[in-house]
């Protein structure tokens, strides 16, 4: 396994590191409204990231009364632009505007004058070594690209067992490990003996997908913006005898009808609400076989484009023996902020070694692939450990080999009272800011379906 990089390798001064971090606004005020909210709404929302806005805005469009909780002291969840670390839009967490117009924040960001533009897939960077690749490399490693996507989706097909792609692979070459490690740790944010080729497959066709100039997390404040949200009110009790429900609260206990849970399947897995009495027991494992994979950015602004491809320009890298490598989207917006990402066990060991280790780390693959002059240009980089963030304990879900069908059971409404939303439910844009919001509109109208409202 590939390790962090040593400390020496690259000498990364510790106080501007921790000057970048001191000044980011992780937590923002919000004065209280408790005194002022329905005591008795028909819905209670838990959570206010995508999936929690988007069924807050439908039920406000229905009419049905609601108050929506969330965890923290704000609001976006893992869709999160910000702005003072590093002076310029930096999105913590989503960054890709995918599926085009099937996700609506694409037509959200463009009606509301965010600048959304079509990411760039020429020119796209391969590296070698410290070189570009040869046209002859690009091809090769396009091919087994293709090769591997296609026995994915071959081996999802009908009746076939639902193994993972490992056990699907036909890649025997230098392209193996790059061709995994992209697909599967900094795609699905595990190892690829870890996911179901069926959950993959079902998630639908790859399709155009855009970047905001402002930040993928800007457009979904924005979209926040005229909804009520009670913020630091984590939910930590729901009870579910008799007729309604009761959320408990540090402040207090909320009486409704119904309660729809937007958290993610590593907040539910880890037990952090509890049910009265238990939820149903494949409820539960649910959680457990859609599970979180890690998946983060190490973002480092730069005092120039050295990079020379233009902005917004993603590179993968591997070494000459093509045992490691990986992605990286440079010069984000022409701003010189670029990511090196991080996943599967390889991103979970950096989540664990610490930020300075995933600053290190992330500019020491750069110097790899560009050279040490790479190091000569850096200000100041910033890492999401979204797996150690208490109220996500992980990036995004996907199911296990031979658990695809847990995705539904997941979704699956209990007692007519609580349902479930969230980017892990989606049955197509799951992992996704888009099927966030989707989960939240399907799961607000199912609430009105079974109000009678519909
Ligand atoms: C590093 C990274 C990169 C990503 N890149 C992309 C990308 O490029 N494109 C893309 O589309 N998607 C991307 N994603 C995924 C995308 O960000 C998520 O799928 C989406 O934002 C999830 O929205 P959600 O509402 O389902 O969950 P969340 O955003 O997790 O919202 C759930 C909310 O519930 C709150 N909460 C948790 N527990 C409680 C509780 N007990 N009580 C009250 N509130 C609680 C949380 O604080 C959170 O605000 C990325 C994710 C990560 C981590």
Redesign the pocket.
């Known amino acids: 396994m590939k390790k962090a990089a040593s400390h020496d390798s690259v000498n990364i001064s510790r106080r501007i590191l921790l000057k970048g971090i001191a000044a980011a606004p992780f937590i923002l005020s919000s004065a209280s409204t408790w005194a002022s909210i329905p005591a008795e709404p028909d819905v209670v929302i838990?959570?206010?990231?995508?999936?929690?806005?988007?069924a807050a805005k439908t039920l406000t469009d229905l009419g049905i009364s609601f108050i929506m909780?969330?965890?923290?002291a704000?609001?976006?969840?893992?869709?999160y632009t910000d702005e003072h670390i590093f002076g310029i839009p930096y999105?913590?967490?989503?960054?890709?505007?995918?599926?085009d117009d099937a996700?609506p924040?694409y037509n959200y960001g463009k009606n509301n004058d965010f600048t959304i533009i079509p990411e760039k897939n020429d020119p796209y960077g391969l590296f070698v070594g410290n070189r570009p690749a040869t046209k002859i490399e690009m091809k090769a490693y396009d091919k087994e690209w293709d090769r591997f996507s296609d026995r994915i989706c071959r081996a999802a097909e009908g009746r076939n067992p639902d193994v993972s792609p490992a056990e699907a692979m036909e890649i025997d070459n230098k392209w193996k490990f790059l061709v995994s490690y992209i697909r599967g740790p900094l795609g699905m944010g595990k190892e690829i003996d870890e996911w179901s080729c069926k959950d993959w497959y079902w998630s639908g066709s790859e399709s155009f997908t855009t970047f905001c100039n402002e930040g993928?997390g800007s457009i979904?404040a924005h979209y926040r913006r005229n909804l009520p949200v009670e913020l630091a009110?984590?939910?930590?009790h729901i009870d579910w005898q008799g007729s309604g429900v009761k959320t408990g609260?540090p402040k207090g206990t909320i009486n409704s009808k119904a309660v729809i849970i937007?958290?993610?399947t590593g907040?539910l897995g880890a037990d952090?609400?509890k049910f009265t009495p238990s939820l149903p027991v494949v409820k539960q494992e649910s959680f457990q076989y859609v599970s979180m994979g890690t998946?983060?950015?190490v973002a480092l602004q730069f005092s120039k484009d050295f990079f020379g491809l233009g902005p917004d320009a993603y590179v993968d890298y591997v070494n000459e023996a093509g045992t490691e490598g990986g992605g990286m989207l440079t010069n984000m917006g022409g701003t010189n902020l670029s990511y090196v990402y991080s996943g599967g066990d390889l991103g979970r060991e950096l989540e664990l070694a610490g930020f300075e280790a995933g600053v290190e780390w992330g500019l020491n693959e750069v110097v790899k692939a560009y050279g040490s002059d790479a190091g000569k240009y850096f200000i100041k980089g910033n890492f999401?450990r979204?797996g150690e963030h208490p109220?996500?304990l992980?990036?995004?879900a996907s199911a296990k080999p031979g658990y695809w069908h847990m995705r539904e059971e997941l979704r699956k409404t209990v007692a007519d009272k609580i349902f479930f939303?969230?980017?892990?439910?989606h049955p197509k844009?799951?992992?996704?800011?888009?099927?966030?919001?989707l989960?939240?509109i399907d799961a607000a109208n199912n609430v009105a379906k079974t109000f009678g409202k519909r």
């Open positions: 838990i959570g206010a990231g995508a999936a929690g806005l988007g909780i969330e965890a923290q704000r609001t976006g969840g893992r869709a999105d913590m967490g989503c960054h890709w505007l995918n599926y996700n924040w993928y979904v009110t984590p939910a930590q609260t937007t958290v993610s907040v952090k609400i998946y983060n950015n999401t979204w109220w996500t992980g990036s995004y939303a969230g980017e892990a439910t844009q799951w992992a996704t800011c888009g099927g966030g919001i989960s939240g």
